[in-house]
């Protein structure tokens, strides 16, 4: 994976790579890995917030 994109005139050499898996390399996209980090963390958050609505947390039913 390019750490700077080739679509945002990234390098393409050694310096400018990061080994990633496929699923992360095309969620990636083209974007900044801080962008990247933002962009999970927003799912993240979102998840954890719906899961504590619903009161269910992976394979456990939480009683509250």
Do not use: W
Not at 3 to 31: E, Y
Request: with cysteine.
């Amino acid at each position: 994976d390019h750490i700077l994109p080739l679509a945002m005139n990234g390098d393409d050499n050694v310096s400018n790579l990061q080994c990633t898996c496929t699923a992360c390399n095309l969620f990636k996209g083209s974007v900044l890995p801080s962008d990247f980090m933002e962009r999970i963390t927003e799912i993240f958050l979102y998840q954890m917030i719906r899961n504590k609505a619903s009161g269910y947390y992976g394979n456990l039913y939480i009683d509250y």
